[in-house]
């Protein structure tokens, strides 16, 4: 059943040029951008939203994250992301014309759960992005988006990942469609480059013994840090996340802006810090990245960048390099993500962790 890999972590990853393409599979067609799969709002309704509050737990706050740059940009909603069991006990304010997104892989997380019962009791309206067919999330959920990435065994979420951000672009492209915020030809060149996707995925697939050899040398280290900006920054803390459950060691997620603010004084001789490049379209957070960069650099950090083929501005502040497809800004995490799961799958099993069933954690959270 693992198909020859020594954890079905492992296999999962692989299998994510092929969950990224069923999630896109048959949702784009000659009358609209987005097949919901179960729907009960309207694109009248659709219309009328007016905030969106995108909750989850774990990867799929995460997900929700690169969701929230997206989906603001396309359509113009104000879009708030929240931790799910944070979310109903602060008296979130909820109307009939907030849309709730709530994400999650299983289907089953306890917290999203009573968040989506709470929001749907104050008349919001919710729509679940999930990995499981007729869990309780979509359940009880006024629409839902499956992700089809199909079964994932593995603890930690990876191939779920993915196809979250996926279902995500396709819920922000259709919203953008449905409200007329962005032309059909701009939203069929975002559907152009999602579909490229899972070639891209697949490129850094065949090139992951580079990553596994690198991540081989790191089996003693105690801390690592991840920088990101924009899209990247939660590429920053999944990366970070997937390295805590699965090696046990110390990593933290950060936004490269915030360093001066307090992290930089974190920066020691020898730490490895993973620097997540912006694309070169986005001129400034490019350049603030080089610096930020430089700086971590010249404190005797060990820099691991991940950077677009061809960008090679950063080359000589970068201890390593790891080569990502050219891709816009909004949909880098895609990639982005890719080295960094490689990176934590071989760091816990050189170190002889379980990858499949880390200490301390279940796969679905059925518990508040
Ligand atoms: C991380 C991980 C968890 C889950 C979280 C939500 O690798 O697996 O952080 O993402 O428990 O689970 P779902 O998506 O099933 O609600």
Redesign the pocket.
Known sequence: EKDGYDWFMRKEIFEQPRAVADALLGRHDGDGLLQLDEVRISEDELREVDKIVII?????NYAGLVAKYAIEHWTRIPCEVELAHEFRYRDPILTRNTLVVA???????AD?LMAIRYARQQKARVLAVCNTNGSTIPRESDAVIYTHAGPEIG???TK?FLTQLIACYLLGLYLAQVRGTKFGDEIAAVVDELAKMPDHVQCLLDSAEQVYELARTYAGTRSVLFLGRHAGFPVALEGA??LK?LAYIHAEGFAAGELKHGPIALIEEGLPVFCVMPPRGRDQLHDKMVSAIQEIRARGARTLVLVEEGDEEVTRYADELIRLPVVPTLLQPVVATVPLQLFACELATAMGHDVDQPRNLA???TVE
């Open positions: 989850g737990c774990g990867t799929a994400i999650s892989q299983s289907g089953e997380t999203t603890v930690a979420s779920g996340l997937k459950e796969k679905s959270v």
